[in-house]
């Protein structure tokens, strides 16, 4: 095992939940993928990999570092995504639905036509590979995904499936074979784009703008402080105050710190607050119009604030912070879910 992982696993059994992270930001995008691989839908993937990421982080005391840690992890996000599309399933069948195969979704969701423009025949390319990839099962495509993509070796890919590694071999040859005859010559193409297929199809990150305000509520007067640059008029702080005033109910408000990010999701934009704090802030899902996140703030090694939270473009998220001075921090987030 890799000596920096196998350092951030000790201090996470030791109850660092920041040694966590740099695991969590070194594997998301693979998580990612192979849950998407199973359910074939992005939210639903997300949510699969934040859920393993937990399960894995509750479970460390019981991982034993036999084998390799990312191994461990992917057979977790491999369970909890099967386990959610069993759920899917019986969902489906108590509401008296039937299930749609899933080349048939796919056969529907590509041949509605390519655009016409240049790039006509990549498009098409593109698209006889992904019905290709529709056409095996989803065991067949969890090899394709764990071998060609992820790199990982038989006896890894037969610990992350818990198959036999002559299975393995069958079931990765097999699954080859119909690619080669559903293919033909475009075989050689195959495995140069199907990492870009994966990424820009499904595993693409969605961007989100967002920006917090820091301030400071309070009866007293506002802090002495050295007069900060002038900052041009904020309208829409101006325009939310009264709600501040009607939540919070303090005589003052004074905004201490602003900051602006534009980043994909499941990326930690982390900033300095008053206090010798840190806020982190993660976007996690989009889904319509409002973008959920994960917020902590931390002084130390103290967790003073921990939530997940929903923001909408004209509906910002308010957060109740810890008292500073002789009043109380307010974080306000405010989100562009498609800047």
Known sequence: MDTDEAALIERCRAGDLAAFE??????????YRLAYN?????EEAWDVAQD??????????????DSAFYTWLFRIVMNVARDRA?????RGRAFGTERVDEKDWDRILVD???????NATQVEERERIGRALATLSEPHRAIIMLSDLEGLSYREIAEVLNIPMGTVMSRLHNARRRLRDALGPLLVLVFALLLAFALAAAAEAQVVR???????????PPPSAPAPAPEPPDERLEAFLPKLKQLFRYNNYTSLERYRAEVPVGTTQRWSVPGDRKLEVTPQKVKGGAVSFNMRLTRGTVTELSTNIQAQSGNPAVIGGPKHGSGTLIIILWTNPSP
């Not at 199973?38 to 992005?42: E, F, G, H, W």
């Not at 069993?86 to 019986?90: N, P, S």
């Not at 509605?112 to 240049?118: L, R």
């Not at 967002?210 to 007293?220: C, K, N, P, V, Y």
């Open 22 to 31: 740099p695991l969590v930001e070194k594997y998301r995008q693979r998580a």
């Open 38 to 42: 199973v359910l074939r839908d992005p």
């Open 52 to 65: 393993a990421f937990i399960r894995a982080f509750q479970a460390l005391p019981s991982f034993r570092g």
């Open 86 to 90: 069993r759920q899917h399933a019986a």
């Open 112 to 118: 509605q036509g390519t655009a016409p423009d240049a």
């Open 210 to 220: 967002f920006g917090t305000r820091i301030i400071l509520a309070s009866d007293g």
